[in-house]
Antibody, heavy 118, light 107 residues
Framework: EVQVLESGGGLVEPGGSLRLSCAAS????????VSWIRQIPGKGLEWVSA???????HYIDSVKGRFTISRDTSQNTVSLQMNNLRVDDTAIYYC????????????WGQGTLVTVSS | ETVLTQSPATLSLSPGERATLSCRAS??????LAWYQHKPGQAPSLLIY???NRATGIPGRFSGSGSGTDFTLTIDSLEPEDSAVYYC?????????FGGGTKVEIK
């Protein structure tokens, strides 16, 4: 059964760093798009970052230069390194697997909460 | 960036009624559009991809239509478990974007 499991969320002060991890089961992170998508409390979904099968990475403008997505195909994981965190980065972060050759997400994890607060 | 505008923001209907949700794109995305259902405390789930294709395991009462800039998600014969927020998302170009969501309430 395809599964996606996030970890690494927590409470951090503004300007701090966190590293989120996404562990994949029954699919290869090197063969599809894997994205991080967040939901700010009380708000809608916001796509944050993606790494595609060819290894290209993409980011929403508000996190460029602060967040870095990467993958480890030997561990079958995707990570999101988040630096210089801001209060408005507070959200539930979901990892999601893309359908074959498409950035449409057919499997999502349960999410991990990131709280940025002093 | 392609902006997706969903309407209405909230839809309150009775069981058995039909829900019609709209998603309008600021520029053409062809049929590169998906719909998701998101219930509180759960992960979002894919309903429709490529504008009109139901994802695996999705009941036939959910259907999608449209192309270009105007898309519709229709839920026939609403059931209590359809209470959720529904989002559209395009995959036509980077950055990916989601619509603001439509909350469907079952009376």
């Amino acid at each position: 059964e395809v599964q996606v499991l996030e970890s690494g969320g927590g409470l951090v002060e503004p300007g701090g760093s966190l590293r989120l991890s996404c562990a994949a089961s029954e699919f290869s992170v090197g063969s599809c798009v894997v994205s991080w998508i967040r939901q700010i409390p009380g708000k809608g979904l916001e796509w944050v970052s993606a790494i595609v099968a060819r290894g290209e990475t993409h980011y929403i403008d508000s996190v460029k230069g602060r967040f870095t997505i990467s993958r480890d195909t030997s561990q079958n994981t995707v990570s999101l390194q988040m630096n210089n965190l801001r209060v408005d980065d507070t959200a539930i972060y979901y990892c999601a697997k893309g359908r074959p050759s498409a950035s449409i997400f057919d499997y999502w994890g349960q999410g991990t909460l990131v709280t940025v607060s002093s | 960036e392609t902006v997706l505008t969903q309407s209405p923001a909230t839809l309150s209907l009775s069981p058995g009624e039909r829900a019609t949700l709209s998603c309008r794109a600021s520029q053409s995305v062809g049929i590169a559009l998906a719909w998701y259902q998101h219930k509180p405390g759960q992960a979002p789930s894919l309903l429709i991809y490529e504008a009109s294709n139901r994802a695996t395991g999705i009941p036939g009462r959910f259907s999608g239509s449209g192309s270009g800039t105007d898309f519709t998600l229709t839920i026939d014969s609403l059931e209590p478990e359809d209470s959720a927020v529904y989002y559209c998302q395009h995959r036509g170009s980077w950055p990916l974007t989601f619509g603001g969501g439509t909350k469907v309430e079952i009376k």
